[in-house]
């Protein structure tokens, strides 16, 4: 069976993600923010094979929370589910943009990959001129285009592997609010179907989906020349570079 790792899922739907894989029998390891949190996901996902711990603001953190899922072995797929709303913007910045970044470029290459990007992506800009110099000109919305453009930046760079950004929706968690109006099984039943289905629909790669389905995104995240320019900026800014990252040791074929 499929073994997936899950950044993010000491609550919210990284956890509802993982106990789903759980009791479909796929080997699940979890990440939480630090000791305290871990125990309560382990506590909260009942089978789950391990879980580790990384702050994901703190850059050394998230490089050696790479290495310790290397030391566990390979995994079938990994999704990118950590994320920051109301936080400081450089927080959010290195939660939802660089730390999916270097895990990308830092974890031995999976065959799937899910990244968690958001409706709100659509009313967001590349701003990569203020990647150096204002990180707090970088909204949320902003932080959420920039995991689409990494998703089709690895599907384009990588063939080998299907790479997928799941649009949750509005959903009633910790984060998405009591009120949030969307299904909250359906906002986490795409990443779950990404990363473990057999279904035809779900081995593609370099798409956007919202329920299952392939929608439209915001078109500058198709924009090559961006996505270069935000891969050279991201590589500055933490010191890795995603095209000399070509582990591929992985013994699953995409067929």
Known sequence: MPRIFITGSADGLGQLAANALIKQGHQVVLHARNAERGRDALRSCPGAEAVLTADLTDLN??????QEVNSLGLFD?????????????????????????ILTCLINKPIRLIYLSSGMHLHGHAKLEF????????????????????????????????ANAVDPGWVPTKMGGRGAPDNLEKGYATQTWLAASDDIDAKVSGRYFFHQKVQSHNPEADDVLLQERFLDLCEEMTGWCFRTIRINTNRFSKA
């Open 131 to 162: 990647f150096k110099t204002d990180i707090g000109r970088i909204n949320y919305s902003d932080s959420k285009l920039h995991v689409l453009m990494l998703c089709l930046a690895t599907a384009r760079k990588w063939p080998d592997v299907y």
């Open 77 to 101: 797929a990994v999704i990118h589910n950590a994320g920051l709303y109301q936080a400081p913007a450089k927080d959010v910045f290195a939660v939802n943009v660089l730390a999916p970044y």
């Open 61 to 66: 953190e998230t490089k050696k929370l790479a």
